[in-house]
């Protein structure tokens, strides 16, 4: 017997159920049926996935392993297919893509403290990703970045409004030798380990690397992660430095410098699908995503003083 979809659904509504009658009523066979069925299945999985005992059906260790991926693999399927059209028995939900920031995080606590449809979250790494799952309706809107000259191609389903510009910062231990100094000029670093995070799809690092050619030098990439305790591991350490958004946490042995003559930008964006549960709030979502980036930059620090420099010295 060829292991299907249905086989791994019926195996986790007997878990559900917590007995064979039970399950059997809710898949709507009989009891026997639903016997012979299980028996087909351990046959075809090679081992026991339930014990039958006085509290009912309990899985074996065996089972265990098979219940967990067995979920996994239907929670696959679901997120496929969570872009077709919302049936009868399936309300619509805003679903909020992009990737953990304190620009979700402020939008998320705003949408949140609002009545209404509920809101599911899904966090990506890549931009591009997030960009494709909204084309395809898999979600409703997204916080996203992209960098000068790297700009994200925007489908025709999708609407998109900048919320800012942001520098890029460094961080490095607050033992390294320019850690005193307030801002660093990228060509110091030239011999510098780097730990940068993947590719995003959206540009980074290639505009890091672009920056650092300008500059003169190759980085040295030695570490590549998307960890932030491993990140800020090596950095306390002195293992490497890391170009990093402004609102970075110092703290720990880490410092966060600017870069001297900002040669790096990125910019946060907000895109929505045109036929999304979320198209008519366009308005509110960029708001909320444009408080959320200045509430979290005002707390930092170092961003405020690098800003009040900028101020001084001219026009933004």
């Known amino acids: 017997m060829q292991l299907e979809l249905r086989h791994l659904r019926t195996l986790c509504e007997i878990a559900d159920a917590g007995s064979l009658s039970k399950a059997a009523a809710a898949l709507g066979v009989s009891q026997p049926a639903l016997t012979a069925q299980l028996q087909r299945i351990e046959s075809a999985l090679g081992g026991q996935v339930y014990r039958r005992g006085r509290l009912g059906m309990t899985p074996t260790p065996f ?169 800020r591991l090596l950095i306390t350490q002195g293992h490497a430095v890391s170009p990093c958004q402004a609102t970075f946490a110092p703290g720990d042995g880490i410092v966060v410098r600017p870069l001297a003559g900002t040669p790096l930008w990125m910019r946060h964006l907000i895109a929505w699908h045109r036929d999304g549960a979320l198209a008519h709030r366009a308005d509110e979502l960029a708001a909320f995503a444009t408080h959320a980036h200045q509430e979290a930059l005002a707390a930092h620090p170092t961003y405020s003083r690098w800003h009040s420099s900028r101020r001084r010295s001219g026009p933004l």
């Open 63 to 231: 089972g265990q392993f098979v219940l967990v991926r067995a979920r996994s693999a239907l929670q696959t399927v679901n997120e496929l297919m969570v872009g077709a059209p919302p049936g009868a028995d399936r309300p619509r939900a805003a679903r909020i893509g992009g990737y953990a920031n304190p620009v979700l995080g402020g939008l998320l606590r705003r949408l949140f403290e609002l009545p209404g449809a509920p809101i599911t979250v899904h966090t990506e790494h890549s931009p591009r990703l997030l960009m494709d799952l909204l084309a395809s309706r898999r979600l409703d809107a997204a916080v996203l970045v992209d960098y000068p000259g790297h700009e994200l191609p925007v489908p025709a389903s999708v609407d998109v409004r900048p919320v800012a510009m942001e520098p890029v910062f460094v961080a490095m231990s607050a033992a390294h030798a320019l850690a005193s100094q307030p801002e660093v000029p990228l060509a110091r670093l030239a011999e510098e380990d780097w730990v940068l995070s993947p590719s995003d799809g959206a540009g980074w690092p290639e505009c890091f690397r672009t920056a650092c050619q300008d500059e003169g030098f190759t980085p040295r990439v030695q570490h590549i992660m998307t960890e932030a305790p491993m990140i």
